[in-house]
């Protein structure tokens, strides 16, 4: 059996690349083959995506982190450049600090348009959830450090093995169970949502070396060099760039959304004691 694998992982932690290297490895049991490609940037990724034969393959994956309980939204605009995958069965699988809101179904919606049976996913893996609106927790959410596990990685490795049966098996029916629920924070967050409610960039140019860092790794090009760094478009609103900028120069002011986080925090951990409904 032939497989491939397309997923996006953060430079940051990489929880995402993880667990597809043991689904991959899972995969490749018993003889069996499986392409891992890693997407980077979007207009690269699209190219690359036209040139790939999906048709040679028996099992398509595709795999992201959760970005604000969504897909991050570039990675949907991907997919819905995918050619038709009629005859093809597919799986899904997302990496999450904990809570992954509809982020599998909201993938689904997209490739049911183009004929993919997708007939397998896991939105359960738990990856180091690093964030500035986590600045005042250490940058990062408490409950996902250490994630993923060994036991879970494990887990991805048998999840590939699983699938080598399902996607053999004519009978496999189409998975259509994936959660659909969104919370307040999920609908607050759209990508027009997102647009208004994150802090906008700041850039200190004179901390700023023009190093390109920031270009380097943005997903979806919305920084240019002119000759400083300049935000040319809306974004996933991910800030990579401020969160890798050797130098700390873009400067963004999260203190409202860090309250936002205490607050919800706080709320948590009354609902827990009982102190709370």
Known sequence: MKSIILYYSQC?????????KRIAEGLR??????????????????ELVRTIDFH?????????????FHPPYHILHLLEEFPRLDGIKGFLFCTS????????????????????????????????????MYSRRGGHLES???????EELEQARRFGERLIEKARDPDTPEKTDFWTRDNESARMWTFEGIQRWFPEFK???????????????????????????????????????????????????????????????????????????
């Open 56 to 68: 040679t393959y028996d099992l398509l994956g595709i795999g992201v982190p959760v970005y604000y």
């Open 203 to 277: 850039l200190n140019k004179d901390k700023c070396t023009r190093c390109g860092k920031c270009a380097e790794i943005c997903p979806v090009d919305s920084i240019i060099l002119d000759p400083y760094p300049r935000w040319t478009k809306d974004c996933d609103r991910c800030y990579i760039c401020e969160l890798m900028c050797p130098e700390k120069a873009i400067e963004c002011d999260w203190s409202k959304q860090c309250d936002y986080i205490e607050s919800l925090m706080e709320r948590r951990k009354k609902i827990k004691e009982g102190d709370i409904s």
């Open 97 to 132: 600090g904990g809570n992954p809101g509809s982020t599998l179904y909201q993938m689904k919606l997209v490739l049911d348009k183009k004929g993919l049976k997708i007939i397998d996913g896991c939105d359960r893996w738990i990856g180091h959830d690093v964030h500035q």
């Open 144 to 150: 996902s450090a250490g994630h993923p596990t060994e």
């Open 29 to 46: 049991s018993g003889g069996n083959t499986c392409d891992l490609i890693k997407l980077r940037k979007y207009a690269r990724d699209l």
């Open 12 to 20: 940051v932690t990489g929880n995402t690349e993880k667990i597809a």
